[in-house]
């Protein structure tokens, strides 16, 4: 077992920031950027400038695997093609919406009557045709998981959102309790599995007390409390958690599917409305914000407006010398500006004041070493990939790990040591084909 009694560290989660106001829907923005850009993958646009779009519509698409499509997110006009920044820190290509604000729905959006008798392999289908992807931060076609070959018996709702900062996944579900409880059903059905595990904070008593009413209709669904460390909402920690086995690449080895919430909640109305993936929550906060809040937004909307629905910046901080960073501040990225678009795997942007810091060398303390949940070595890793020496990085472990960002966060001189020991493996990795 690779995290039997797991180290991690229990983390000043800052979350109650966000936590002051519910989700608010922020769902007409003047002008949506849909990106053409999936992960890696580049999509085909659908669409001319000058079309007419409505909500739900197709716009963009890439086939093969990964295929993926991309839908407009308000209703309104093709105005160009233009380049956006986006939470991979760089400028894509994306399909620029200027909204009518007549919220006009694609003719796929409708009430589906026989959600009861869908089959598992016409949920899959459903899976794939709206564009879902795994909304945590993952971003990957969820549909792919459920085409697997193994004899999947569990489907685990992983709801526990352990960086600091981030609520987006606690606020949609308490605003979304029902839906989260369908989607993960829909989710078995599509597995064929016979059980649901709903993974979650032990400390969030407020998700319990509005899942629990629900629970009573299906008796296969189980809250799972997983502890308060960083970083156990990783999913090979929450499956070995929950099952007690691990496993080499993918949970469907050991007979698992690992579904972020938030894609849950979506995926209910994906299967009853045909609602393709066109909206998700997002968290603005951080000391650099006047009031931090969590959003539901359309997709492609932009953060800086999403900054001015949060009072603006703090008194006397300008927003070029603001340090932001998309995603959690364990594994986020950094930024530039606040002027990007949500995505589907943004499920927030921190914003803090700028921070001058020197780097002054290793101290050699092995703080990195004693919270490293998998138990590397992150200063011997460094030194390994700054020699470039493919066998100590073999022997060091360096595969194993999961670029969880603890070892940079504890390290009292603010060495990179992430960055070191993420490069290493990837080094790792490519020496090894
Ligand atoms: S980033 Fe890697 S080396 Fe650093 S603590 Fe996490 S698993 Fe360990
Ligand atoms: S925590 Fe920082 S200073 Fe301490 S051994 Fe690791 S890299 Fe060096």
Known sequence: MIFHNAKGIQIDGRKDMCKKHPLIDYLNPDTVYIPLIQRHLKLKPKVDVGDSVKIGQVVAEV???GAITSHASISGEVKSFKKVWHSSGKMVEAIEIKNDFKNQLDDRIKEVKNVKELTREELVEIMKDSGLTGLGGAGFPSYIKYQTKEDIHTVIINAVECEPYLTCDYQFIIRFAEKLIKGATYMQRAADANKIVIAYKNY????????????????????????????????????????????????AEIGVIVNNSATAIIFSD?????????????????????????FFVPLGTKVSELIDQCGGYVEGLDPMQANYIAGGPMTGRAILIDDLVVNDTLGAVIVKPFEIRDYPECLGCGKCADVCPVYLTPTEIKKAYERKDLRLL?????????????????????????????????LLKKGAK
């Open 63 to 65: 086939g093969g695997f």
């Open 204 to 251: 969030n008593s407020k998700v319990v007390e509005v899942l629990k009413p629900y629970l009573e209709k299906y008796s296969n669904i189980e809250l799972f409390p997983i502890k308060d460390i960083y970083p156990a909402g990783w999913e090979k920690y929450i499956v070995e958690q929950v099952t007690g086995k691990t496993y080499s690449t993918l949970p």
């Open 270 to 294: 994906a299967v009853e409305r045909n609602i393709p993936l066109i909206s998700r929550p997002v968290s603005i906060t951080g000391e650099g914000v006047k009031e931090p809040k969590t």
């Open 394 to 426: 073999d022997l060091l472990d360096a595969s194993k790990c999961m670029e969880c960002g603890l070892c940079s966060y504890i390290c009292p001189s603010h060495v990179e040591i992430t960055d070191a020991v993420s490069k290493g493996k990837a």
